[in-house]
């Protein structure tokens, strides 16, 4: 009988639906697809699943909103940082949306992770590897109103407990205007999976556009 080595080097790729063999540690762009991610983060539960409805929040339907809020926030976004806004948890597709309190004990192990799949995806996708600081700044705020509003909508939160944690989005309920919430809905697995991809689709074809445009011009 032949003895397994027990210093064999642990598996480090995760197979995708799509065929394509993702390595976790050491992400290639060319491993990323973008039917991958939406299928994944269709399927990753918002706050461990504990929100009210029939279904989860998505981690896929989060990014919409959160890419909603973003061109709220700077009507004038470019569609090259429109992605990078709904792109902004895409490596959860394969690492999972590990709750804030996890990651702070987690540190820096977790971060390095995410931070090497969040650049093979942003390269993947023809966009810098490190977006510039405005941007994941925005992108930030964006996420963090986002979870203001899912906190007292779907979790369970009051509105002074989401505010300590999150921030009051001032600036953004004046746009919503007085007494009013971002509602959100969550929707079933299918529904969130097309239609984060169409939203992809959409500002693929603005990012498109709009490099037709400047060539015209050029």
């Not at 953004?172 to 992809?200: I, M, N, V, W, Y």
Request: glycine share 6%; aromatic share 6%.
């Amino acid at each position: 009988m032949t003895k397994e080595r027990s210093d064999a080097t642990p598996r480090a790729w995760q197979r995708m639906l799509s065929g394509r063999r993702l390595n976790l540690l050491d992400p290639s762009p060319l491993d990323v697809e973008i039917s991958d991610i939406a299928h994944g983060l269709a399927r990753v539960a918002r706050w461990n699943g504990q929100t009210i409805g029939d279904h989860a929040f998505s981690v896929a339907e989060h990014s919409m909103v959160v890419e909603d809020i973003a061109l709220t926030l700077k009507p004038d976004l470019s569609p090259d940082w429109r992605l990078a806004v709904l792109l902004h948890d895409a490596p959860e597709y394969v690492i999972g949306d590990m709750i804030s309190p996890f990651k702070a004990v987690m540190g820096g192990a977790y971060k390095a992770v995410e931070a090497r799949l969040q650049a093979a995806i942003h390269l993947r996708f023809g966009l810098p590897a490190d977006i510039p600081q405005t941007i994941k700044k925005l992108a930030k705020r964006a996420d963090l109103i986002c979870a203001y509003f899912e906190a007292i909508e779907l979790a369970g939160f009051d509105e002074n407990e989401a505010a300590k944690i999150f921030g009051k989005p001032r600036a953004f309920q004046e746009h919503l205007g007085p007494g009013h919430r971002l509602k959100l809905t969550p929707l079933t697995t299918a529904d969130a999976q097309r239609l984060f991809l169409k939203r992809f689709v959409e500002i693929e074809d603005l990012r498109a556009s709009s490099k037709n445009t400047c060539r015209k011009t050029a």
